[in-house]
C-alpha cells in the first residue's frame, strides 16, 4: 500500500505563485511515473503534470510555461510549481503515482491517489 499527501494548496491572487507538494510513504515503488491532476468544480479530472525522472516529464497544454513539476525520489516527494496562476487553475489537485505520462492504468495495482488540496485563484 502507498499514501498520498497533498499540500502547499490555497488561496492566490491573479499572476501568483504556489508550490504543492506531495509525500509518498509506504511500499513506493519510483520506477513509476508520479503525477499532478486536477479537478474543477463541474468539469472532469484532468492531467496537469507527470514525470518520471526529471528529463521525462508531460504537461497538460493550459499550463505549459507556467508550471513545472519535478521529484526527489530519495525523498519520496513530489512537487508542481505553479507561476502565473490565472483564476481557471482553480481546482483541486491530486497526486497520483502509478499511472503513466498521459494519464493511463498501466497496472491496476498501482494506481494511488492523495486526497488533495484545493488551490484558488481569486482577487
Known amino acids: 500500500q502507498v499514501q498520498l499527501v497533498e499540500s502547499g494548496g490555497g488561496l492566490v491572487q491573479p499572476g501568483g505563485s504556489l508550490r504543492l507538494s506531495c509525500l509518498a510513504s509506504g511500499n513506493v515503488d519510483n520506477r513509476y511515473a508520479m503525477g499532478w491532476y486536477r479537478q474543477a468544480p463541474g468539469k472532469q479530472r484532468e492531467l496537469v503534470a507527470a514525470?518520471?525522472?526529471?528529463?521525462?516529464?508531460n504537461y497538460g497544454d493550459s499550463v505549459k510555461g507556467r508550471f513545472t513539476i519535478s521529484r526527489d525520489s530519495a525523498k519520496n516527494t513530489l512537487y508542481l510549481q505553479m507561476n502565473s496562476l490565472k483564476a481557471e487553475d482553480t481546482a483541486v489537485y491530486y497526486c497520483?503515482?502509478?499511472?503513466?505520462?498521459?494519464?493511463?492504468?498501466?497496472?491496476?495495482?498501482?494506481?494511488?491517489w492523495g486526497k488533495g488540496t484545493l488551490v484558488t485563484v481569486s482577487s
Open positions: 497520483n503515482l502509478g499511472r503513466d505520462l498521459v494519464g493511463l492504468v498501466i497496472n491496476s495495482g498501482m494506481d494511488y
Open positions: 514525470i518520471i525522472d526529471p528529463g521525462t516529464t
